[in-house]
């Protein structure tokens, strides 16, 4: 099951890449995830994180990424797990 498409990633690239703050939320078959774009605090340095909320089944995992390459590689090693 794939909560979150392509498009959806490309979205959110587009939103980092322009530095827009959006919410993004999926749910499939009893679970949700909900992305969102913000303005990183300058401990990060970069000018935008994304982080993703997962909620499934009594479980709830929140992670910040600096880029939408490390969301999606998290994002593929929860499906695998």
């Not at 909900?34 to 009594?58: D, F, K, L, N, S």
């Amino acid at each position: 099951m794939e909560l979150l498409t392509k498009e959806d990633y490309r979205t959110i690239r587009r939103a980092m890449d322009h530095r827009r703050e959006i919410t993004l939320t999926r749910e499939a078959q009893g679970s949700a995830a909900t992305v969102t774009t913000h303005a990183a605090p300058p401990v990060w340095g970069v000018p935008m994180v994304v982080q993703i909320r997962v909620e499934t089944r009594g479980m709830s995992w929140i992670q910040t990424f600096a880029s939408v390459s490390d969301l999606v590689k998290a994002v593929q090693s929860w499906k695998g797990a």
